[in-house]
Structure formats: structure tokens, C-alpha cells
């Protein structure tokens, strides 16, 4: 398939065009391709490993959620130079997609992550520039925080810490993945009973045990893998292309 009607699909699929996100992100292409594309790998970072293993793995693009300019404007010197030329020397575009990806209704990570958990959805919050990232919705007859910390890490395939700071009984619970505990007082507003996510700072711990919610931390990384893949199976549903998911897990 042509490269080009690859970024125009994903670009219209994804909402991409005018959606508000970090100046960083950078959403859409990044690096340019080879003309046609049979092979796409997904991953959730634009890392050099990761880019080294889409070389050896044969794509012709690579999809990410973090992209190669997380730091802002930079040299093309050192590593950047070294992911860049890797990328066009292995004929690889690149292709980035950070918070349409997260906060898409189909193939978003937040979504994806409250479908798995059994949340019956409700609405939408996490609001961003005027764009809500996460969603909420109901656990049916609701679950202890410790017991949904279970399930979540089967989910993830991983350790979740608990904040408890919410009720004994958890029945609605919000998700914004990634670095979601910006948005707690938000989901306190909401009346939440919990928020999941995946990382939380010093400050934040307090903001939960005060305002009365438990926030469930699987990681930045496990709970954003959801998007990406759902994204390349839908390129392999709707266009017919092989895909495959590079793993590079960072414990955080």
C-alpha cells in the first residue's frame, strides 16, 4: 500500500490534524518512508533498541505513541542523528501518534484499558486544551480496591501499586493512562471512587489521601500498549498489512 494514503488514513482516522497535544509530540509523520509499505511494527517508543528491532524485523513503518522529540527542538546530532539515519538507511518511516491515540474511542489506550477492566463507560473527562483523554465508567457490583489491583495486574502482566485514599467498595472508576494523576482532582469532581493510570509524582500522592480517591498505578509504559497494537490490527483488518509489536517494557 502506498505510504502516503497510510498517513492520510491515519491522520483522518486518528483526528490527528489541529488536536491539541505537548508541542513535543509531534503528531503524524516524522520521518518520511519508502513508497509502498507491506510490514508495520508497533511500539510505544520512538527508542533507538526499538528502532533497531524494526530494522531487523523487515518494516517499512513504524508506528509509535512517543515519538523521537520528546525534549523539544534538538540537534540532529548524536543519538538523534543515529535514530534518524537508522530509520532512512532501513528505508523505515516513522509515524508518531500520542494523545489522539489515548483518548480515541476505537483503538484508544484509555478505552481499551476501561473495556479490559469490565467498566461499563459512562463519559468522558481528563480535559486537556478542551479535549477530555480519559474516560469512566461503573465496575459492576463493584470491586475492593485491592481486588481490582488484581485484576489490573493481570491486565498488564505486571505490579500495580495502590494509593488508597477512596472508599472501601470501588464502583466508578476512571482511566487516563500514562501520566494520568494530573486529573485527580478532576475525577474527585466527578465523584470517582478510583482512578488508574500509570504514574503519579510526590505531590500527588498527597492530592489522593486528602481528597478522599484510590489511584491504581500500573506503569507508563503497560498501561500504553493498548493503542498501538489495536492500531496496527486495525491496518491489518482494513488494508490487509502484516504487523507485529516490538516490546521494550521500561518498568516505569
Known amino acids: 500500500m502506498k505510504v502516503e494514503s497510510i498517513f492520510q488514513y491515519l491522520d483522518g482516522f486518528l483526528l490527528v490534524d489541529g488536536y491539541p497535544d505537548y508541542t513535543q509530540a509531534l503528531n503524524g509523520v516524522q520521518v518520511d518512508g519508502p513508497q509502498e509499505v507491506n510490514h508495520v511494527a508497533v511500539a510505544v517508543d520512538a527508542s533507538e533498541e ?28 548524536g543519538r538523534y542523528f ?10 523505515i518511516a516513522l509515524y508518531s501518534c500520542h494523545l489522539p491515540l489515548d483518548s480515541h474511542p476505537e483503538v484508544g489506550n484509555c478505552s481499551l484499558l476501561a473495556k479490559s477492566l469490565g467498566l461499563e463507560i459512562e463519559g468522558r473527562f481528563g480535559d486537556h486544551q478542551g479535549v477530555n483523554v480519559g ?53 474527585v469532581a466527578l465523584g470517582l471512587d478510583a482512578l488508574v493510570t ?13 481528597l478522599g480517591i484510590s489511584v491504581l498505578l500500573g506503569g507508563h509504559y503497560a498501561t500504553e500498549t493498548f493503542g498501538v497494537k489495536a492500531l496496527g490490527a486495525h491496518l491489518e483488518e482494513r488494508f490487509g498489512l502484516t504487523w507485529e509489536f516490538l516490546e521494550q517494557p521500561t518498568g516505569f
Open 50 to 77: 526499538t528502532i533497531n528491532e524494526a530494522v531487523n524485523v523487515g518494516a517499512d513503518l513504524l508506528i509509535v505513541h512517543h515519538g523521537l522529540f520528546w525534549k523539544g527542538l534538538q540537534p540532529v546530532t
Open 82 to 91: 543515529r535514530k534518524i539515519r537508522k530509520l532512512m538507511e532501513g528505508g
Open 198 to 210: 500509570g504514574e503519579m509524582n510526590h505531590a500527588e500522592y498527597f492530592d489522593a489521601i486528602e
Open 135 to 187: 474516560c469512566w465508567g461503573r465496575k459492576d457490583g463493584g470491586a475492593e480496591p485491592a481486588v481490582l489491583a488484581k485484576e489490573l495486574e493481570v491486565i498488564l502482566n505486571g505490579p500495580v501499586r495502590v494509593v488508597k485514599g477512596g472508599p472501601e467498595v470501588i464502583e466508578k472508576v476512571g482511566v487516563v493512562t500514562g501520566a494520568g494523576a494530573s486529573f485527580i482532582e478532576e475525577s
